[in-house]
């Protein structure tokens, strides 16, 4: 039983482009959620998907960023137009329902040049 | 909004010294998670707390969540060079809709001197 699986684990972009950031969760989950993490921080919370629906985007910013979790395929984090300050490690979390602990992927680090 | 604190940001302990970290919460929590994340790692989830008071033991490590449910505890008993990493802790708040969104803690680093 594969863990949740992000890609890719690094990411180099320069400013303007974007960003397309996967995550695949554990088989059987059907929430899944997204955190930046910044040195030495903690985790923000960005958006919580169950299949085909956003749940809660309070914590993503309203422009550059979206969120898909499809019927099929992985759930995807979009930035657009990637700035200095997009630079993170973004990560995913997954989990059979919405009250238990989540599992974390590995990560994806944006590096914004 | 919810806030979380976690207290000390950094920790180093000698091999076999105890260690503690504590959790605070602005709001009144459903439930409380910790996790694990090593250097360069991902976090990896510990355990759950949801009842008033619950103490819960994982070897070395216990874990309680207060009588208010504001805040939380994780203690490691004579720790080893392998419990290096920063512990969080997550709460999600007691709204009594549907919010499941968890609000980290900053975590506590903890370095062990062998």
């Known amino acids: 039983n594969a863990g949740v699986m992000q890609n890719p684990r690094h990411l180099v972009r320069r400013r303007g482009q974007e960003a397309r950031l996967r995550c695949s969760p554990m088989k059987g989950h059907s929430h899944v959620y997204w955190y930046r993490q910044l040195p030495e921080e903690g985790l923000k919370f960005m958006v919580y998907?169950?299949?085909?629906?956003?749940?809660?985007e309070s914590g993503m910013p309203k422009e550059r960023f979206s969120a898909e979790f499809p019927k099929e395929g992985p759930s995807i984090l979009r930035i657009q137009q990637v700035v200095r300050g997009d630079s993170a490690a973004y990560f995913c979390a997954s989990s059979p329902n919405p009250t238990t602990g989540a599992f974390f992927g590995q990560g994806t680090r944006l590096t914004v040049v | 909004g919810q806030q979380v604190m976690q207290i000390p940001q950094y920790q180093h302990v000698q091999e076999g010294e105890d260690f503690t970290t504590y959790c605070n919460s602005s709001?009144?929590?459903?439930?409380i998670q910790w996790y694990k994340q090593r250097p360069g790692g991902h976090p990896v989830f510990l355990i759950q707390?949801?009842?008033?008071?619950e103490v819960k033991k994982q070897k070395r490590l216990t874990f309680q969540f207060g009588e208010a449910k504001k805040n939380s505890s994780l203690h490691i008993t004579a720790t080893q060079t392998t419990d290096v990493g920063t512990y969080f802790c997550?709460?999600?708040?007691?709204?009594?809709?549907?919010?499941?969104?968890?609000?980290f803690g900053k975590g506590t680093l903890l370095t062990v001197n062998p």
């Open positions: 998907l169950q299949k085909e629906n956003i749940i809660d």
């Open positions: 707390l949801v009842k008033s008071g």
């Open positions: 997550a709460g999600r708040e007691n709204s009594g809709g549907s919010n499941y969104k968890l609000t």
């Open positions: 709001t009144t929590l459903s439930n």
